[in-house]
């Protein structure tokens, strides 16, 4: 089995979590995401298309402002790994993510 390569994406602006977990799941092609686990300064999501779970999101974060999971937390850090057979990100496609990521508030 090919051993895959998480990403690390260190933005020089904290970017809203739930603004976010939506552009990536447009971004990687994803239908639904999900919350994994969540503590503290961490939450980890998973972002799945046709019931198979693809990536796997961790973001280092702000608490939530609110009750909700993610509502008004703040990442400094996302890490993005490729799931099961999902193969590796390429460069184009990871500059490509890093770039919209930045325009979110």
């Known amino acids: 089995m090919a051993q895959t390569q998480t990403v690390e994406i260190r933005p ?3 970017i809203e979590v739930g603004q976010a ?3 990536l799941l447009a971004a990687l092609d994803c239908e639904e995401w999900f919350v994994a686990c ?3 300064h961490l939450l980890i999501i998973q972002l799945s298309r046709d019931g ?3 990536y796997a999101v961790r973001f280092e974060c702000t ?3 609110e009750k909700a999971i993610y509502h008004g937390s703040k990442a400094w850090a ?3 790994l ?3 057979e999902q193969p590796e990100l390429p460069a184009s496609k990871l500059q490509e993510i890093k770039a919209g990521l930045v325009n979110l508030e």
Do not use: D, F, M, T
């Open 52 to 54: 198979r779970n693809k």
């Open 21 to 23: 977990a939506k552009y």
């Open 63 to 65: 608490s939530p402002v």
């Open 12 to 14: 020089w602006h904290r």
């Open 78 to 80: 996302i890490s993005i």
């Open 38 to 40: 969540q503590h503290e």
């Open 82 to 84: 490729p799931l099961h």
